[in-house]
Every structure is written in C-alpha cells, then in structure tokens.
C-alpha cells in the first residue's frame, strides 16, 4: 500500500495511492503407476490506484481523478 504523494502542496499528488494485494497456489504431483503427472495453478490480483486530489472523496466527487480498479483471477 502506498499513500499519495503531494510533493509541491498544490492539493495534487505526483505519485497517486496504490493497493495492491496478490495471492497464488500451486499443486504437483506424480503417479508412478501411470507415469503421469497432474499441474494445478490459481492466482488473484486485485490492484486499485488512484491520482488527483481530494482523496477523502470518491473519484467521481473529486476535481480531477484518475482511477483504475484490477481484479483478476486466473486457473491453469
């Protein structure tokens, strides 16, 4: 997680707030018998960044937003 960054106090940040939380599983395993092998993959990332002002706000009351919201989920 980061906080925004305001660095010249005009009330707008040069580097924007992230949240970031990722999470992933992976399973193995061999059968001698068959002489095979089974792979299993999952992994989510959900990611929100958000840039401009008023960050006490939603994006949408702010003067100037700029604001992106991941969500992904993956299986293999």
């Known amino acids: 997680k980061r906080e925004p960054v305001d660095l010249n106090e005009d009330s707008f940040s040069e580097l924007g707030a ?3 939380t990722s999470f992933g599983l992976n399973f193995y395993n061999y059968f001698p018998k068959i002489k095979g092998n089974l ?3 999952f992994f989510r ?3 929100e960044r ?3 002002d008023l ?3 939603p994006p949408h009351e702010a ?3 700029e604001w992106i919201k991941t969500d992904q989920i ?3």
């Open 39 to 41: 792979k299993l993959g």
């Open 18 to 20: 992230i949240s970031n």
């Open 63 to 65: 003067n100037t937003a």
């Open 45 to 47: 990332i959900f990611e």
């Open 55 to 57: 960050f006490d706000k």
């Open 50 to 52: 958000r840039g401009g």
């Open 74 to 76: 993956g299986i293999s």
